[in-house]
């Protein structure tokens, strides 16, 4: 049989005649409706001792109602009363100077803050203006551990350990490590300082909220919430507050980026000043912060959260892409092999160790970027894409130093194609090291693939030299383009078209593998899934492009290829005419 309500739910009729979802924000449960109308008459009461025993009635009622055994979600209007009825009973507690039953009061915090509720919670934050929404339920703890400690000597502490949330209060003597008896990976650290010494405080650990509170689009708390708050405003701390978070594993973005932020109870939004991430990995993300209030971690995609679809065609994109630039990296070596004296050139050189660098590193895409499992393998994958793709990218910073080299020494030099060679292996190999050795092994990778963590400064080990080389052969790009084409310029046929073949060759690359690491940069941080797909074309067939650009359309290739067919043609036709007739 259903409870009786009271008040009115109501729900809109679109313009297609279809009634939309019931809101019950102005519905209640009539047994709640009448506990606030009892709490109004509790004012009347001056006894102290006479205003917590109605009181623990009052919580008793309310958990009656509410409690877990009713096995139904709340509706949003009782949601809302039940938290008025809270806020209430601690403005009674105060004013009366009466205590709180404070393990009956947490049995009803409890309840409200069951997952079951987190749709009702959505509709309070959504359609009720006069409150708090469900922020407010951190407002109440706060208030009830200042009531709490009216009662509490100061060497007492009272723990209040709940499915859904876990309460300390206590007087600070040292260093403060919160939850001090639950078994968590979550851990509030507060230094000793003097500033804080024997100082009430209140610490509490919610361990729903984060699927309660507003957060904004593709952007979502990725912790438990964890709080700390003081009797008295306390400014300056001398050391930041360290919090460790658990991440949450219902939060299913490919690879988040964390903030740690807090709750602004004015602006009803998470916010970010004074608070930084110190570290992060797969389990967990510490944070630092230079004041008190309510912390988390939030995740944002990296990585736009995308259908089912969108992923299975990604995925496809991905792995045909891969197969024929591996196809198009072999085929360039062959004919690259077939047709060298044709082609033989330093850029042509640093273009094959491209493609081999390439087939290896499609190779191992292809084939373990999804063997997380194995944490040990999953860093040495990591590393191997992390080095061959830096390996690309300064083989193209060399081809750029080669043409340039070409233009400006306008007489034969000594070939430096060997040192070439070398930096764009072995420098590359240097950054992986020095990120393997900074991060400690922590944190290198994603949680959800093989590839390099974009949370933390790790990204920035491929983004930023690949972005400066970019740069720097823009820059090359412009200085030869100026040589060749200025009256005072290259005057010699032959070396004028020694670097108009160069500047093709790094005008082609650049935008081959430049402009596709910046559709990746942008789908790491836009909200659109077009990057994504842009960002998985260009990058999986960049092999094919060189074998379109540099082996299909080259004219080096093209002169080989006739001048070989002219002679076989020629050969033919002379050994046709050499039979005896």
């Known amino acids: 049989m259903a409870e009786p309500k009271t008040g009115n739910a109501s729900r809109q009729c679109d313009s297609n005649g279809n009634w939309g979802t019931p809101v019950y924000i102005n519905c209640v449960n009539e047994i709640l409706h009448k506990t606030t109308e009892k709490l109004k008459k509790l004012e009347q009461i001056t006894n102290p001792e006479q205003a917590a025993a109605a009181i ?9 109602t509410t409690g877990d055994h009713n096995k139904k979600p709340l509706k949003s209007g009782d949601l809302k009363q039940t938290t008025s009825i809270l806020s209430s009973i601690i403005q009674i507690g105060n004013s009366k100077n009466a205590s709180v039953n404070s393990e009956k009061f947490a049995d009803v915090l409890n309840s409200v803050l069951n997952t079951e509720n987190s749709h009702s919670w959505n509709e309070v934050n959504t359609h ?21 400690q009216k009662n509490l000597s100061s060497n007492e502490t009272k723990i209040i350990n709940r499915k859904n949330l876990v309460i300390e209060i206590s007087t600070l003597k040292k260093n403060l490590s919160f939850p001090s008896d639950v078994h968590s990976r979550s851990k509030l650290l507060l230094a000793d300082q003097p500033a804080l010494k024997d100082k009430f405080y209140t610490a509490a650990m ?11 689009v593709n952007r979502s708390v990725g912790s438990d919430v964890m709080s700390v708050s003081f009797d008295k405003a306390i400014h300056n701390l001398a050391e930041n507050i360290s919090i460790t978070f658990e991440r949450n594993k219902k939060v299913k973005f490919i690879d988040p980026k964390i903030s740690c932020g807090y709750w602004n109870f004015s602006s009803r939004i998470w916010t970010y000043d004074g608070c930084y991430l110190k570290m992060s990995d797969s389990k967990v993300s510490t944070c630092t912060c230079n004041h008190l209030t309510n912390f988390a971690i939030l995740m944002s995609p990296s990585d736009v959260e995308i259908s089912d679809a969108s992923k299975k065609a990604l995925e496809i994109i991905t792995f045909v892409g891969c197969g024929l630039s591996i196809l198009g990296c072999f085929l360039t070596l062959i004919i690259y092999a077939v047709f060298w004296r044709f082609v033989k050139h330093e850029w042509a050189v640093i273009l094959m160790h491209m493609c081999i660098v390439l087939i290896i590193g499609y190779s191992v895409f292809l084939s373990a970027t999804e063997e997380t499992e194995n944490d040990v393998a999953c860093i040495i994958i990591t590393g191997v894409l992390h080095y061959v793709f830096l390996v690309v990218f300064f083989l193209m910073l060399c081809n750029g130093i080669s043409v340039a080299r070409s233009v400006i020494y306008v007489f034969k030099t000594k070939s430096r194609l060997p040192i070439y060679i070398a930096v764009a292996w072995v420098v590359p190999l240097l950054i992986v090291g020095i990120t393997l050795g900074i991060t400690r092994l922590k944190g290198y990778h994603s949680e959800k693939y093989c590839w390099l963590n974009t949370s933390n400064f790790v990204f920035m080990s491929f983004v930023g030299p690949a972005l400066l080389i970019i740069l720097m052969n ?12 200025s009256r005072k310029g290259i005057q010699n046929e032959t070396l004028k078209k020694k670097a108009r073949d160069g500047i093709k060759c790094m005008v ?12 990746g940069i942008l789908a790491f941080n836009e909200d ?9 074309i260009t990058t999986s067939c960049q092999g094919l492009f060189i ?12 002169e080989g290829f006739r001048k070989t067919m ?4 020629a050969k033919s036709m002379s050994n046709f005419s050499s039979k005896p007739k």
Request: hydrophobic letters at 45%; glycine letters at 6%.
């Open 56 to 64: 623990s009635d009052i919580l008793d009622t309310v958990d009656n």
């Open 128 to 148: 009720d203006d006069s409150e708090k929404g469900a922020s407010s339920i951190m407002r109440i703890v706060d208030s009830l551990g200042s009531l709490v």
């Open 206 to 216: 919610y361990k729903t909220l984060s699927g309660i509170l507003p957060t904004t």
């Open 474 to 485: 823009i820059g090359t790009i412009i200085i030869v383009l100026r040589a060749v084409y």
């Open 508 to 519: 082609t690359l650049l935008p081959v593998l430049g402009l596709s690491w910046l559709f």
């Open 528 to 536: 659109t899934i077009i990057f994504q797909y842009l960002f998985g």
């Open 547 to 558: 074998f379109i650009f540099h082996t299909v359309l080259s004219k080096k290739v093209q």
């Open 566 to 569: 002219h002679r076989r043609r």
